[in-house]
């Protein structure tokens, strides 16, 4: 099916910016709906981004303006710029699958003075 691979997560001050990837293997990135979710201690996992086939994109509403998902070639991208405490959580790459779907393991965003 295919394995995705998350890094780019670290701690950062509120207001900076940070460049995550997700590097996909044993498929076409840009044939499938990619996704990143994030998920904080306590709360339930949510959406921050979606690229979709033809690079349309969808943003929750705490990311529009702030967050900017990308592909090429082999990698999804998440910028994020403005950063603010709140945006403290795993970050998840996902692509929905019929059979299942593919979930990276994951890398951790600290926003914080």
């Known amino acids: 099916q295919g394995q995705l691979v998350e890094s780019g997560g670290g701690l950062v001050q509120p207001g900076g910016s940070l460049r995550l990837s997700c590097v996909v293997s044993g498929f076409t990135l840009n044939r499938y709906v990619m996704n990143w979710y994030r998920q904080a201690p306590g709360k339930q996992r949510e959406l921050v981004a979606r690229l979709s086939p033809g690079y349309s994109t969808n943003y929750a509403d705490f990311a529009a303006g702030r967050f900017r998902i990308s592909g090429e070639e082999n990698t999804l991208y998440l910028q994020m710029n403005s950063l603010k405490p709140e945006d403290t959580a795993v970050y998840y790459c996902?692509?929905?699958?019929?059979?299942?779907?593919?979930w990276g393991r994951g890398t951790q965003v600290t926003v914080s003075s």
């Open positions: 996902n692509s929905p699958r019929t059979a299942g779907d593919l």
